[in-house]
């Protein structure tokens, strides 16, 4: 079996979780005018969704541009025009922004690789449909439902040096050289928020993972037991690359996602949270709570081209796997 | 994998998924003392107390009707006129409407980071901020272009016929609209209120943005001012915690296929 073929399939119908594939009319096929008339009032439709889009999020994302080259305080009526120079500072003369970048990186490159493998292995545990599956899906998705705030919570506990639940239970096991005073812990605090960002979104990734796989062709499976392939093989052979379009949108959603734990971080390291746990959202945050519009704007759309970059980078990734 | 090892695996994953949350509600029946000296035990009694403090002295009973008249609306309102558009642009022909709607769900790339300033200012200037209604308008608006994408793309699977029986009874969009497309569009429209209500209730960035009266408040924001209230009185936390979660935990409870097609739905934004 090729996976060259495989992956030609997999191109061809990407699966989308609630869009049966049924019809699809695209705008080349449409019969021709006069067959049907649009009737004019279906302009209005959309009418009110537009408006209020353009005037309250494009035009403001466009704004963000026009803040972001100069020193604008947020207040005072006049501002200079700087030019690029806020991104000038950016890049060589800001250690806050730098180690939010810093900050930001590690917590997705552990979010990414934690919560895609684990969401994939409860995934294939769990596929089949019964009582028990079903119940434990159920389980595993609820964490994802809570506010990060108040997911935030629930490990503040967790975590608290002192009385926290799992230092506390360690204790009781007589591992002490475990015990960790995990947030407190300059270097590693950016990577216990992260685990508990596995935590509260596994289960949501379970579940897109489960669908991917219930898509996959029983036959494939056939052939390669002809074939004689062995468990890893059938995985490597048929699973994987079959499930690759559901791994490029479970990445893709997770590095959003990892970008966006801002409540998390709020939740667990304070507002303004400190340097060990500030990431890029929190800092653009503290830049325009500070009144340097001018400049937070700046930030936001480096932390827009940064995301952006990621993203690419990750969908060629994804694709470099799916060769033998 | 044995079938042994299948189990261990997903025992232990239930666990750490149960054990912190069996903790949090155990424990808003508890005192300090009690939760740290035995975190796992049962609470001796259910005396409310600490629900009482939350409610009361804390005035989450406040923010939790705020949460209510936010969310209430904004799920509606994006509901409305998320699906008045996305009927509009699943019948619409031509380039044109493909190119509206792609224009509405580019909206889903941009970060709320990217153009929260100059949301700020402009609800500043329109006297909007410190408003129940500046912010239920501010969260149509951050999730319109998601609503679009999932409703447009659940109404341009319907076939056509549908669509055109009305107009050949005479009816006008409208009618269909609202007799044929709305019943028949339910299940999309149940999954999509589902996915708003989780992401509206649970929304932090824009009532911090927004809001800086107590009064006005709700109850992600006012949850995150425990933090410095409460500190380490982690039962009160908790009773915040749970007070927060519990709509929309008891909605899970009898609406979970709903919430499971929506949370997906919204999450494959391919």
């Known amino acids: 079996m090729t996976t060259h073929m495989l992956s030609k399939r997999i191109s061809a119908d990407t699966p989308r979780a609630t869009h049966s594939p049924a019809r699809h009319p695209r705008p080349g096929v449409r019969p021709r005018r006069g067959a049907t008339r649009t009737h004019p009032a279906l302009w209005l439709f959309p009418l009110p969704a537009v408006a209020l889009y353009i005037v309250f999020f494009a035009l403001p994302t466009a704004q963000a541009f026009q803040y972001a080259v100069t020193d604008w305080d947020g207040l005072s009526a006049a501002f200079n025009s700087v030019g690029l120079g806020n991104f000038g500072t950016m ?110 979104h596994t289960g949501q990734l379970m579940v897109i993972y489960i669908a991917g796989l219930q898509q996959i062709p029983r036959e494939l499976y056939e052939s390669a037991d002809l074939d004689g392939a062995g468990r890893w093989q059938r995985f490597r052979f048929v699973t994987w690359p079959m499930i690759a379009p559901t791994t490029a949108i479970v990445i893709a959603y997770t590095t959003i996602q990892s970008f966006k734990a801002f409540d998390l971080i709020l939740g667990l390291g304070g507002n303004p949270p400190k340097g060990s746990l500030d990431i890029l959202s929190t800092r653009i945050y503290a830049t325009f709570t500070n009144s340097q519009f001018g400049y937070a704007a700046a930030e936001s759309i480096v932390f827009m081209l940064i995301i952006a970059l990621v993203s690419v980078l990750q969908r060629r990734a994804v694709k470099l796997t799916q060769r033998v | 994998m044995t079938s042994l090892s299948r189990r261990v695996i997903l025992g232990i994953y239930a666990l750490l998924v149960a054990v912190p949350l069996i903790v949090v509600v155990t424990g808003t029946f508890k005192t300090t003392k009690q939760l740290f000296s035995s975190p796992f035990g049962l609470p001796s009694d259910l005396a409310p107390g600490n629900f009482r403090t939350v409610l009361t002295d804390a005035s989450m009973g406040h923010s ?150 107590p009064s006005k408040r709700t109850l992600p924001l006012a949850l995150l001012n425990f933090q410095g209230e409460y500190l380490t009185n982690y039962p009160l936390l908790f009773t915040g915690v749970v007070i927060a979660s519990a709509p929309i935990v008891i909605a899970y409870v009898f609406l979970q296929r709903y919430f499971v097609a929506g949370m997906t739905a919204g999450s494959v934004k391919g």
């Not at chain 1, 009582?131 to 998705?141: C, D, G, I, K, V």
């Not at chain 1, 040096?161 to 605090?189: K, R």
């Not at chain 2, 009305?166 to 007799?179: F, I, K, M, Q």
């Open chain 2, 64 to 213: 939790f009707a705020n949460s209510v008249i936010v969310t209430g609306s904004a799920v509606l309102l994006t509901l409305l006129i998320g699906s008045l558009a996305s009927y509009g642009l699943a019948r619409i022909p031509g380039r044109l409407g493909w190119l509206i709607y792609g224009f509405l769900v580019l909206g889903m790339a941009v970060p709320a980071q990217a153009n929260m300033i100059p949301q700020y200012v402009l609800f500043q200037r329109l006297g909007l901020l410190d408003s129940l209604t500046g912010l239920i308008l501010i969260e149509i608006v951050a999730t319109m272009p998601v609503a679009i994408f999932i409703m447009t793309g659940f109404m341009r699977t319907l076939p056509r016929e549908l669509y055109e029986a009305g107009s050949v009874d005479g009816a006008n969009p409208w009618r269909t609209y609202l007799s044929i497309v709305l019943p028949v569009s339910l299940p999309s429209l149940a999954a999509t209120a589902i996915f708003l209500f989780v992401i509206q209730w649970n929304d932090l960035l824009y009532p911090l943005l927004f809001i800086h009266d």
């Open chain 1, 91 to 200: 890049a060589t003369n800001d250690d806050l922004f730098h180690n939010a970048t810093t900050n930001s990186l590690k917590f997705l490159l552990v979010v990414v690789v934690l919560q895609t493998g684990l969401s994939l292995l409860l995934a294939l545990l769990l596929q089949r449909n019964s009582r028990a599956t079903s119940a434990l899906r159920a389980l595993y998705f609820l964490p994802a439902i809570l506010s990060s705030v108040s997911v935030a919570f629930v490990w503040k506990f967790m975590y608290d040096p002192n009385f926290g639940l799992i230092n506390q239970a360690l204790d009781t096991v007589g591992l002490h050289g475990l015990q960790s005073a995990f947030l407190g812990n300059e270097s590693a605090a950016i990577y216990w928020v992260a685990l508990t960002q596995v935590w509260a």
